[in-house]
């Protein structure tokens, strides 16, 4: 999962731990076995856990580079930000989106949506 970070491989792009949740996702209420068609309902779910990523943990943002505020490709922003306490805020991002997607869309919630923020 290591190549998550940074937005894909310090790259800035997707958030990583949006890339986790929506894989989360995937493993527990995605197709049941290979070659089943795809759910269309997954599409739908995808979305709503990104627009719910975006609304109650990541200030409406979902790229890793607007997220953090760091142009990966930019050595000296990147060493400043390695070098700071803001790979904190990225646990703790990490740490939220972990919670936020178990208690929204887990498999033992027998539901998709609960109606739970985290702050």
Same mark, same amino acid.
């Given at each position: ?5 940074? &937005? =894909? ?16 996702? @995937? +493993? ?6 290979? @070659? =089943?068609?795809?759910? *269309?309902?997954?599409?739908?779910? &995808? !979305?709503?856990?990104?627009? !719910?990523? #975006? ?5 409406? #943002? +979902? $790229? ?15 060493? *400043? ?11 703790? =991002?990490?740490?939220?989106? *972990? ?10 919630? @027998? !539901?998709?949506? $609960?109606?739970?923020?985290? #702050?």
């Amino acid at each position: 999962m290591d190549a998550f970070g940074g &937005g =894909l491989s310090g790259q800035g792009n997707v958030c990583g731990a949006v890339i986790g949740g929506l894989a989360a996702i @995937g +493993l527990t209420k995605g197709r049941s076995e290979p @070659g =089943l068609p795809a759910d *269309a309902i997954m599409r739908k779910v &995808g !979305r709503i856990f990104i627009n !719910r990523f #975006k609304e109650e943990v990541s200030e409406d #943002k +979902l $790229l890793c580079r607007d997220i953090i505020n760091v142009d990966w490709t930019d050595a000296n922003q990147v060493k *400043a930000y390695r070098e700071s306490n803001e790979r904190e805020y990225c646990r703790i =991002l990490v740490g939220k989106t *972990a919670i936020f997607t178990r208690r929204n869309f887990g498999k033992s919630s @027998g !539901r998709i949506i $609960l109606p739970i923020k985290i #702050k």
